[in-house]
């Protein structure tokens, strides 16, 4: 027994002394880091469209309100609500009995005012005729001349009251005083209308061709017009700008439009300038009040990079895009990336022709990382 016990403590010793001289060796030396290998894209300037995603709403070319003109009772509708009316096409009916009554009183007034002007007529002629026999005094042909010239004007009178009759029997017929889409009748048949003021009984909205309203932050175009200075872009013409409507669901309507006003004053409550485009709407697409994304071209710009959305970044500065430098390491570069075009970004500022732009692992890279570039990059961007 005293045997075993002096050999498991000799065995126990040298399991200790093997422990300490493994705890006593120097640590294994790390691998060496591998330089990352990476893809890019080498800059290269272009002239490309200057575009601008605004938010615009549509408005009809015109917009008319049928009214009631003069008063009486609404008989009938004659057109179909919602549908597209011509210019001059009937669209209600007030009751025409008191105007048509009205005329016939009118028209019997001017006959009367005619006969008297007749009988006027001839008897100041016959009294100037007997002037130089001495049978009738020249107060006597001053009288008749007066009366002739009154029953004339009487007569003029009379033919106004008939031409206000005419009118009048005219506005009965309530008439499209444009063509357009035609609206919802505010009016029943039966009500009486146009007693106090002109009732109004449905609205027109010309619609093969509506505007869109949208505004531009005045601080903008200062910047834009100073870049043409400077000749980074180039400024078309007002009427040489076009638009393109982006609808709700993301499809881009056609056909294009232009933009034909800009107001001359900065609106205080949002401090931009307000603009209409105008554009064809031959299939009603467009409805008056619908909002819109307005894509405006306003010309080119003249030294841009288009680079991939997924390789920009941004940090508390702003966007920016990491960079093989010549030394193949990275460098950081914050860019002006102010609008996209597609999945791009439209980069106007930050990059130089020739920048080699980290495509691959970007968010594995950092400033000053040494970096491998496959020899098989894309060229261009």
């Known amino acids: 027994m005293q045997f075993r016990s002096t050999a498991s403590a000799a065995a126990l010793g040298v399991v200790l002394v093997a422990a300490l001289a493994a705890g006593c060796a120097p640590p294994a030396a790390a691998p060496p880091a591998q330089t990352p290998e990476v893809a890019v894209l080498h800059a290269q ?5 200057l575009t601008r995603d605004l938010v615009g709403r549509v408005a009809s070319l015109r917009s008319s309100d049928v009214r009631a003109r003069v008063p009486g009772v609404l008989l009938k509708r004659l057109y179909t609500e919602g549908s597209d009316v011509r210019e001059g096409q009937p669209l209600f009916q007030i009751d025409p ?37 001495g049978l009738v005094s020249r107060s006597d042909v001053d009288n008749n001349n007066a009366t002739e010239r009154s029953s004339s004007a009487s007569v003029k009178q009379a033919e106004a009251n008939v031409e206000t009759a005419r009118i009048n029997l005219g506005y009965a017929t309530v008439t499209a005083p444009i063509a357009g889409r035609s609206g919802q009748q505010h009016v029943t048949e039966g009500a009486l209308v146009g007693q106090s003021d002109a009732t109004l009984l449905t609205t027109i909205d010309q619609l093969d061709r509506v505007y869109v309203n949208f505004d531009r932050p005045a601080d903008e175009l200062l910047q834009l017009h100073a870049a043409q200075a400077r000749g980074d872009v180039t400024l078309f013409a007002r009427d040489k700008a076009t638009l393109e409507v982006i609808l709700s669901d993301g499809t ?49 710009q003249n030294h841009a990079y288009v680079v991939p959305q997924a390789i920009v970044r941004r940090d508390s500065a702003g966007a920016f895009v990491e960079v093989a430098g010549a030394d193949d390491k990275v460098v950081v570069k914050h860019i002006r990336a102010d609008s996209m075009q597609g999945t791009n970004w439209l980069v106007t500022g930050g990059l ?20 491998k570039v496959r020899p098989d990059s894309a060229s261009g961007s």
């Open 352 to 371: 130089a022709d020739g920048d080699r732009i980290i495509s691959t692992s970007v968010d594995q890279v950092r400033a000053g990382m040494q970096v």
């Open 252 to 300: 881009t309507y056609k056909p294009l439009g232009s933009v034909d006003f800009d107001d001359v004053s900065v609106d205080p409550t949002n401090a931009a300038l307000a603009f209409r485009g105008i554009i064809a709407n031959p299939q009603r697409q467009l409805l008056p009040g619908m909002f819109v994304t307005v894509r405006l071209t306003l010309g080119t």
């Open 97 to 133: 009995k008191p105007y048509q009554a009205a005329l016939d009183a009118a028209l019997a007034a001017l006959a009367q005012a005619q006969a008297t002007s007749t009988n006027a007529a001839v008897n100041a002629r016959r009294t100037r005729d007997l002037l130089p026999s």
């Open 45 to 49: 300037s272009q002239v490309l469209p």
